[in-house]
């Protein structure tokens, strides 16, 4: 392997290399001091981020089945970010005796789902994307199940690995028919060779349905909830997030790149399952109680506003799906954050519990409306620009009633993102949390999600950069 | 010299300063210095803007400042005013600055009170100094949301619902507002090569007709939420009677003006053929607004209620002045907006201190307040005779002009609406006559309210800028309407130039 393979394939060699030397400190890390496995973890994946940004040679590897480009490198740099504040935002919760045996574990399949994704977004083959995803997915099953004795976190798990064998299956065999029709798996051939006949429409219909699964697009959303509720917090951000973000992008790029031909009928598919999407999510999450329910369901209607973005299949989509990915990392991992820091300190969960939130954790609660705000779109932060970017990106190509509806559920959204806000600083109860202090890294996760959400809006070079790196079919 | 962008930092200046003070009682100390250093700014800016203009300046906007922000989409940050924008910043920093010592005795959760009082006047300033439409916007989303935390903590009454129906019906109208918005960027450059969001560079285009039946009346409506268009108003009463003192004087004073001053600016001036071809589907609801909202003030018993419905009635004239189309009608619409806007902010601040005084606003539970509470009561007396259109008083200056705009009108249609909507003046002037015989005149019916105490200096501050105000623009109204009347001449010439009536 010459010197340029490397550079190229950098993320995805730096992980393997993460993984091998966490299993390496299980080993030989002092039994004591196991805490200080979290740390190690931290910093690795810090230095990989940091690597990840300096600039390296870009191209195709192994005859084209591996790409890397700019486009893609930005993602798994926005990935690798979002990562390192779930690792930074677990060790509090890592540090109690009933995790203490399985800190490295913890490590040990986040970083390993981080690969998954890294060669997922990579791939230029449909095999490797298809490895890449069951790379994703399947640790995250067993993470889910983390805290085995909770009877919940055991059924998210099993919930969770059912759903992806199934998806995965309906995904393989749309792939299997796209291979039959065209003869080859490779992205750049299979764009080409495309004829829209219908056996092929089939195969993406297929295909899409086994995505639709992972990013849970309503009606393929149903296993979301529980698996939010029952996985333990960090992984339920990690789901909601990460994941969530890198089925997104892959998605795009494959809708991009090889289904150029039928870019009307993906059009069709996006309108009906954004607003499908959207629009479900957003009521159900009115009624949620439990914060981690409530956030699963809100993230499946931000997950609607996403595919508004790249319905148009332009450059400014795909530069403003990127960019609100981002916005999202911030603003879901700071709601997250603060869930799991009282949920760390007191054991609670529900919407009821955060009544009065504001008089004895006014740190907390301003984070929280920061980041609701963010999801909500309200200005000044960043997820106001984010939705700003999508609706118009969506507009441009002319889908003006999707953008009209999509801004209506924001209004929706924007309710049940206040009843958060209100029981904080308005509601009163006779028995608030009480106050407490959370510790560095739970303050430093959330410090950098407020700056991240202030800064990602206002400072335009960012999105400059995105939009400058995108593509358009 | 960046002037203008002074009106969004000085109060982001304030906020800091606030959140950074130990002692809560300095906090309305650094809150009334900020503000008052605003007011200053807003005569120094009235008069360099009058300066300018007089040394033969004849520019559209002036103090024109440009910083490209999201290159790709061409979005700028663009501050710029004209006569118009510049008397609304008056209204806004006076009517900021008088809210500040109407709610001096704030006394739980003050710094996050003032805090949030001013970053609702942060979004307001910064909405009338914008000349793009993404700045404009993201301004007016700001102005909306502090709202929420403002009656939902410090009001009264029902204050969670109403709180809430007041922010979703309003981000309901910025929800439409949004895809007007963006139908108009879409549609800013015949080629399709240098898309913008600056007003002035589209109003030199002509936008397509299609395009414009679409998205002017989800414009027009958006602003229209805010401006109490019925039947979109119903957030308005209840949202200005749970609001604590302060912020209804700013919510009825100002914020609504953002609906009508938008109205105007974006949705009327960059869609004109639309507005010609629409408008008297908006004359027939601003109407409704004028005719029904004084008839509902008449029907109340609550001060706040009446109050909160004769802003409706008189913010719907407002709306009904611009859609007239005309030189007059339109000064007439401005005059009316800074009109009402220091008036109703009068209303609310002296409701707000007799109920601070006497824990009730059932206007039959109270009596003869003249005799203990004078000054509170003549401030009373003043407001409403400013409402009813008394000449000497600004109400008499605005409604005036508009209805002798909307008379210039030679259809049949114009006529019979305008006389409709004169008729609220006399409605207007049932409702304020019975408040101020039951409430102030007699003898004074409850024997609690015998000693109350009247008004205390803060509060004075408060009520003699509005008066004042009030009155100088009653007194010298000439001033003010050329001021607005030549920034107006070349948006009228436009609009008229396509139908002379």
Known sequence: ?473 | MDILSLFVLIPVLTITSILLVKDNRQVRLVSSIGMGVQLVMAAVLIFLYLSARHAGNTAEMLFVQDHLWFKSLNIHYTVGVDGISVAMIGLTSIVVFAGIFASWEVEFLRKEFFVSLILLATGVFGFFISIDLFTMFLFYELAVIPMYLLIGIWGTGPKEYSAMKLTLMLMGGSALLLVGLLGIYFNSSPDGNSLTFNILEISKVVIPLPAQRLFFPLTFVGFGVLGALFPFHTWSPDGHASAPTAVSMLHAGVLMKLGGYGAFRVAIFLMPEAAHELSWIFIILTSISVVYGAFGAIAQKDLKYINAYSSVSHCGLVLFAILMMNQTAMNGAIIQMISHGLMTALFFALIGMIYGRTHTRMIYEMGGLMKVIPFLSVGYVIAGLASLGLPGLSGFVAEMTIFVGAFQHPELFYRVVTILAVSSIVITAVYILRVVAILLLGPTTNEHFEHLPDAKWFEKISVVTLIGSVAAIGLAPFWLSSMIGTSLHPIIEKIVALNPF
Request: charged share 10%.
């Open chain 1, 1 to 473: 392997m010459s010197l340029s393979t490397f550079l190229i394939m950098r993320h995805e060699i730096l992980l393997t290399v993460a993984v091998l030397l966490v299993l390496m400190a299980e080993i030989f890390w002092n039994p004591e001091k196991k805490q200080g496995i979290s740390l190690f973890s931290i910093i690795l994946l810090g230095v990989i981020t940091v690597i990840g940004f300096l600039p390296a040679p870009t191209g195709p590897l192994f005859g084209g089945m591996y790409i890397s480009s700019g486009t893609r490198l930005l993602m798994k740099n926005i990935l690798n970010i979002g990562a390192l504040l779930v690792f930074i935002q677990s060790v509090t919760w890592l540090k109690k005796e009933e995790n203490y045996e399985k800190v490295s574990e913890y490590f040990l399949l986040l970083i390993s789902t981080l690969i998954g994704m890294n060669f997922m977004i990579s791939a230029g083959h449909f095999l490797i994307f298809y490895i890449g995803i069951e790379l994703a997915t399947i640790p995250i099953a067993a993470l889910a199940a983390y805290d085995r004795y909770r009877n919940k976190s055991a059924e998210a798990g099993i919930k969770l690995i059912l759903m992806s064998a199934l998806s995965s299956g309906v995904l393989l065999y749309g792939l299997s028919m796209i291979y039959g029709t065209t003869g080859t798996m490779y992205f750049s051939e299979v764009a080409s060779l495309f004829t829209n006949s219908s056996l092929q429409i089939l195969g993406f219909i297929f295909f899409f349905s086994g995505m639709a699964f992972k990013i849970s697009i309503v009606p393929f959303h149903l296993w979301t909830a529980d698996v939010y509720e029952g996985a333990p917090v960090n992984i339920t951000s990690y789901l909601s997030v990460i994941s969530k973000g890198a089925a997104v992008f892959i998605l795009m790029i494959i809708l991009y790149k090889v289904f150029p031909v039928i870019i009307l009928t993906w059009q069709k598919t996006l309108f009906v399952t954004s607003i499908l999407t959207m629009t479900i999510g957003n009521l159900f999450a009115i009624r949620q109680q439990n914060l981690k329910r409530f956030l699963a369901f809100s993230s499946i209607s931000q997950a609607g506003y996403i595919l508004l973005g790249f319905i148009g299949g332009n450059q400014l989509g795909m530069a403003s799906v990127i960019y609100y990915v981002l916005v999202y990392i911030f603003s879901n991992l700071g709601a997250f954050g603060v869930v799991t820091a009282i949920s760390n300190a007191t054991g609670k969960e529900n919407i009821d519990d955060y009544n009065g939130l504001y008089h004895t954790n006014p740190g907390l609660s301003l984070i929280m409306t920061l980041a609701l705000f963010s999801l909500a779109g309200i200005p000044p932060v960043a997820g106001f620009f984010g939705k700003f970017f999508l609706f118009t990106a969506a507009a441009q190509k002319g889908f003006y009633l999707l953008v009209l509806i999509a801004v209506l559920n924001t209004i929706i959204s924007l309710f049940y993102y206040l009843l958060v806000v209100k029981a904080m600083f308005i509601s009163k109860s006779e028995t608030p949390i009480a106050k407490f202090n959370s510790d560095f890294p739970t303050k430093l996760a959330l410090g950098i999600c407020a700056a991240g959400i202030f800064a990602t809006g206002f400072a335009s070079v960012i999105f400059e950069m995105i939009k400058n790196l995108s593509f358009g079919v």
